[in-house]
């Protein structure tokens, strides 16, 4: 992080925690669009104050929603509820900072595929926040200067990374950008395969269809030979 901490600064701490938040990312000239990660500008504290706030607002939500939270005890707490999962849980990776991850020097100077997955990964639509559910695999080609992590750490990133609202085409791409900057391998290969609520649930309600995309970085895009490996070994059955 910048030790330049002058865009901390606040004009009033009366702001909603919320305004603080945003007015800090918009002086250090930031973007904060949904699948970004804002934990720069979250001060100490200020996740529970902003958990407060959302409560306030889910509150209102259900008020316009005409639904009894006084009466109805099913959703009498569910304001908090909703706002503690938000924060905490589906989106967290907007709010907290990339997991710790050790990265070990490629001493045995390994230069042949490998592949991580099937991970688990759970998001949500950025249109209308549904979820999306699926699985997500990596392939990697290092070379003596790479840097290698250990094999859960795939896991932690892909869900720092996945715990966002946004699009999986979108994901997928953050994904590798991430492992290409701590891995620095020759190549790498990302691809998701995912069930997406807003067809399921709404619209086309269509229970059937799935997502498959791909990102490929590096050998993987200039070696056919190499790219079909990766995809026939990964093969996408259940």
């Known amino acids: 992080m910048n030790s330049d901490l002058s865009f901390r600064t606040d004009s009033t701490d009366a702001a909603p925690v919320s305004e603080r938040i945003r007015a800090r990312i918009q002086r250090a ?17 200020e996740l529970e ?19 009894d939270t006084e009466s109805d005890h099913n959703t009498q ?15 967290r990776g907007r709010y907290l900072p990339a ?5 070990f020097p490629n001493v045995e100077r390994l230069n042949e595929l490998m592949i991580v997955g099937p991970i688990t990964v759970r998001s949500a639509c950025s249109h209308h926040f549904c979820p999306i559910m699926g699985r997500l695999w990596i392939g990697l080609m290092p070379n003596e200067h790479s840097n290698l992590i250990g ?11 996945m715990s966002r609202p946004q699009i999986q085409e979108e994901a997928i791409t953050q994904m590798a950008e991430l492992l290409m900057r701590k891995v620095s391998p020759d ?6 395969e995912a ?8 619209g086309v309600k269509d229970a059937e269809t799935k997502m498959v995309n791909s ?8 070696d056919a030979a190499l790219r079909r490996e990766f995809l026939s070994l990964i093969n996408l059955k259940p």
């Open 29 to 45: 000239g930031q973007r904060f669009h949904a699948n970004d990660n804002i934990a720069a500008f979250v001060e100490p504290g």
């Open 49 to 67: 104050a902003l958990l407060d706030e959302v409560e306030g607002k889910m509150k209102g939500v259900l008020e316009s929603l005409v639904i």
């Open 151 to 161: 094999l859960s750490k795939y896991s932690r990133l892909a869900e720092w990374v």
């Open 77 to 91: 707490d569910t304001a908090r509820r909703v706002a503690k999962m938000y924060l905490t849980e589906v989106f």
């Open 99 to 103: 997991p710790p991850v050790t990265e």
């Open 195 to 202: 069930d997406h609520f807003c067809m399921h649930w709404r």
């Open 187 to 192: 190549g790498l290969a990302v691809v998701m």
């Open 215 to 222: 990102v490929m970085r590096g050998v993987f895009l200039k």
